[in-house]
């Protein structure tokens, strides 16, 4: 897979990088992509996402002054800090649904977000992906989407702070268990066999 440069910095936005303000806002606004397929990867309420999207930058800004160039990609960067709020959030998240008791089927359909969560998911196949994604845990969700996102096994090992082997070694079993999980949909789900 080919790996996903960040666009060159043109002299336009280095002028316009004269505050740490100004040179995050325009990185982020770069690369907002990043965070958007974050939010959509962990969570379904379009207000959480919207949520989930506004603590990762809060996040990223607050660990702006850290950034260093010359260790890293911004948007390489920005997929780990992404990441890590979005799976504080997912576990915290599920701490707390331990403690209530759920909704019937019928209620949480009333309350699901209509929209799409990409345009593409119209198609059966890539719904029922997603829907398999949903259940993974955090850090495999993580790979997941870093996998779909065409991210190279060195920059996936380098957003989840593991080894290129081991990049290699988990995203073989994680499609081994999602093709599994997609023929047999009444098999356990490869959230409970994946850890």
Same mark, same amino acid.
């Given at each position: 897979m $080919?790996? =996903?440069n960040d666009p060159p910095m043109t002299d336009a936005i280095a002028a316009e990088a004269d505050s740490p303000q100004r040179r995050f /806002?325009? %990185?982020l606004e770069q690369h907002r992509g990043i965070v958007l397929k974050v939010a959509h990867g962990y969570c379904r309420d379009r207000e959480d996402r919207r949520d989930l999207v506004q603590d990762i930058s809060?996040? +990223?800004?607050? #660990?702006?002054p850290a950034f260093d160039p010359s260790r890293s990609r911004f948007s390489t960067w920005l997929y780990r800090i992404a990441l890590n !709020? #979005? =799976?504080s959030q997912a576990r915290s998240s599920s701490l707390r649904q331990r403690h209530h008791a759920p909704l019937d089927d019928e209620? !949480? +359909? +009333? %309350?699901? $977000? &209509?929209? &799409?969560? *990409? &345009? *593409?998911? #119209? $198609?059966a /196949? !890539?719904?029922?992906l997603h829907a398999v994604i949903d259940r993974l845990d955090p850090l495999n969700? +993580? %790979?997941m989407l870093l996998y779909l996102d065409e991210r190279s096994h060195r920059e996936i090992a380098e957003i989840l702070g593991i080894s290129e082997s081991n990049v290699a070694t988990k995203l073989h079993r %994680?499609?081994?268990r999602i093709r599994a999980q997609l023929e047999s949909p009444a098999s356990p789900s490869p959230a409970t066999r994946t850890r």
């Open positions: $080919d790996t =996903i /806002g325009t %990185l809060v996040q +990223a800004w607050r #660990a702006f !709020v #979005a =799976i209620a !949480v +359909a +009333a %309350l699901a $977000d &209509p929209a &799409p969560r *990409h &345009p *593409h998911e #119209a $198609d /196949g !890539v719904r029922a969700r +993580a %790979l %994680l499609r081994q």
